[in-house]
């Protein structure tokens, strides 16, 4: 450790709450991790350190979004997956996390190592069926994963959802054959593009991107933005409107095809470490033997985003959890007049209410997760959670930002990242306003969609 701010750590440690420590922790490993640790997380390890040293607060309760302990009913497996991902989150993804966040980066580092936990395989078979508990499992990975960085969950989903999706979904039996494996494998990845920059909330009526039938080929133009991982990606499903029979087409579009060209989103202020791209298709020839062949138009796009919709659900529920747990943390350890801002009655307040947030967010997705595995989801019964869960996660991120003061603004204390991830969980996947109409139209029998 020949950093400053290592040098700092060493010089301000307090010995004695060190040596208290040391029947909790393993002080050693967490000297040598020290070593691998960027200045913001060494700052707040010596926080932590220091602030051991109050005996007042030596027995205060662990933050625990599950105060209810809905997650009792978890089966073994489920649990056993849970964890390996919160210790992958806590061990590969939080030391670099902040670092590529600031960069606009994707760690590339990461995929093999998320390759070796094979959290593909406890949501999908081998031949594009799902396990009977894959939405619970996707929703327990994302919201393990969000809990730390919401970026990671979003890779994560892009690939095993959206894209894999849509080859289990529109794929015929040899394109099963020759993606699936690789797909569940992460040995190739992923990404899904539906959404143009003349819109995504209007995109299933007003695609523009088109597709021509040329011999054995087809003809893509247009334009698909937002597109996450594609910047990187081995394949990318586009979605295209034919412009013989305006039937939407799905197709399998191969990483270096020519006219196939990706421009990097710069500049954003949410979930930065996820790579969005500009994807433009100019006169891109595909094999017809790379169009989804089982798709049935515009349905089975749907289909795709009806399994995903609860994934992203789950992520407005991992996020605003991850921030509950940051604030009740601080909450225990900041002082001002003399006390920890936790025992002033309105920090409670606002405790209590981002953990009643989280407790109803957390039983709607588990009954939505549930509905889904049974097959008994609606699109509206999904496009109600997200509703909830994204309406929820951003009050309780800006709750919970609000109670580091100042240092809710930096990077280092982790709910900035939270509470800026927020934004775009909100407006991804159907915004608040087109999932209210599709649950408004269940409900009151009017369909209010222009
Ligand atoms: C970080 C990020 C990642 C993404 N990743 C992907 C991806 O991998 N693949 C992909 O295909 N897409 C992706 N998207 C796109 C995303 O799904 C769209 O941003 C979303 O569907 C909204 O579309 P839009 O941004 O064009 O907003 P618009 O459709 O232009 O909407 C603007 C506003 O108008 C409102 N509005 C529109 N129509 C109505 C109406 N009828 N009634 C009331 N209000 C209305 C909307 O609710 C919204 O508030 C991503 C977006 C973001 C921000």
New binding site residues.
Partial sequence: MTKPAAKDLMTSLDLEALSRLSDRVDLPALLQAAGNMSDGQLKQLERMLSGAGDSAHDDLPTPNADFLGQFGSLTPEQRDVAAQVRGFMQREVAPIMNDHWSRDTFPQELIPRLRELNLLRRIWNEDGTRKPDATLMEGLITFEACKVDVSTA?FFG?HAG?ATASIALGGSAEQKAEWLPRLLDMTAIG??????PE?????SQGMRTTCKRDGDHWVLRGQ???????TFSDMTVIWARDVDDQEVRGFIVRAGTPGYAVEKIEG?I??RM?E?GLITLSDCRVPDRDRLQNTGGWRTTADVLRLTRAGVAWQGVGCAAGAYELALAYAQQRKQFGKAIGEFQMVQRDLVLMLANVTGMLATCLRLSDMADAGDMRDEHAALAKVFTAARCRETVALARETFGGNGILLEYGVAKQFADAE?IY????????NS?VVGRAITGFSA??
């Fill in positions: 979003v892009v959206l990404a899904f593009g539906l959404t143009e819109g995504g909330s209007q995109v698909k933005k937002w597109i996450g991982n594609s954003k949410s979930l996820v969005n775009a407006s991804y996947e159907g915004t608040n306003e087109i109409l969609f222009v």
